[in-house]
């Protein structure tokens, strides 16, 4: 199948600094990628929908001012946590739609806010 | 919204066929059945998708209903690594319609 790469795998970092995540679709090109955080023991919970070169789509009681996405290529798609806070500590990961098939998922993120 | 119905866990043994059942009894007939699966601390894993036909690759069969409102996904021989939370998702074919997850069966492949 197709791969999706994120990056870091898993990032510590300080409460009131900010944090990016990468997303990148290796061998295919991604009009649309999703963004999705996952708490322990809970199902992923969709955030935002990123559309290449245009506005991302966030879910409701998503913060688009707290999550920033950029999608600004077809392949690398962007998740920044602004001002993290240690109640973001969160399990991030990423998907992109090759196709208007199935979706390929990224490895995800795990973000410690301390 | 998550449009489907899962069982909250499951227990299988080392060999046998495991069959996870889906209630989907609101899907549209433009909505395909999508299967994803998670092992632990990794990102989901796509396995199969169908609109109405039964459908087999080299992981699992998905077998749906002739009215299209449940769906059974059986992997064949199950194995230790087959252990994961199983996610069945309802979705249109459109161009960039999201996945929504439900809340998915956990399954545990036992020795």
């Known amino acids: 199948g197709a791969v999706v790469s994120q990056h870091p795998s898993w990032v510590i970092c300080k409460s009131g600094t900010s944090v990016k995540i990468e997303c990148r679709s290796l061998?295919?090109?991604?009009?649309?990628m999703f963004w999705y955080r996952q708490f322990p023991k809970q199902s992923l919970m969709l955030m935002a929908t990123?559309?290449?070169?245009?506005?991302?789509?966030?879910e409701q009681g998503v913060e688009k001012d707290k999550f920033l996405i950029n999608h600004a290529s077809l392949t690398l798609s962007t998740l920044t946590v602004t001002s993290a806070h240690p109640e973001d500590s969160s399990f991030y990961i990423c998907?992109?739609?090759?196709?208007?098939?199935?979706?390929?998922f990224g490895q995800g993120t795990r973000l410690t806010v301390v | 919204d998550a449009k489907t119905t899962q069982p909250t866990s499951m227990d299988c043994a080392e060999g046998r066929a495991a069959n996870l059942p889906c209630n989907h009894s609101?899907?549209?007939?433009?909505?395909?059945v999508y299967w994803y699966r998670q092992i632990h601390s990794q990102g989901p894993q796509y396995i199969i998708h169908?609109?109405?036909n039964n459908e087999t690759n080299e992981m699992a069969s998905l077998i749906i209903t002739e009215d299209r409102k449940s769906s059974t996904l059986i992997l064949p021989h199950a194995t230790l690594r087959d252990t994961a939370v199983y996610y069945c998702?309802?979705?249109?074919?459109?161009?960039?319609?999201?996945?929504?997850f439900g809340t998915g069966t956990s399954l545990t492949v036992i020795p």
């Open positions: 998907s992109a739609l090759p196709l208007n098939t199935e979706a390929f």
């Open positions: 061998d295919f090109q991604a009009t649309t």
């Open positions: 990123s559309n290449e070169g245009s506005k991302a789509t966030y």
């Open positions: 609101t899907i549209s007939g433009n909505e395909y």
């Open positions: 169908g609109l109405k």
């Open positions: 998702i309802v979705r249109p074919s459109n161009t960039g319609n999201q996945f929504y």
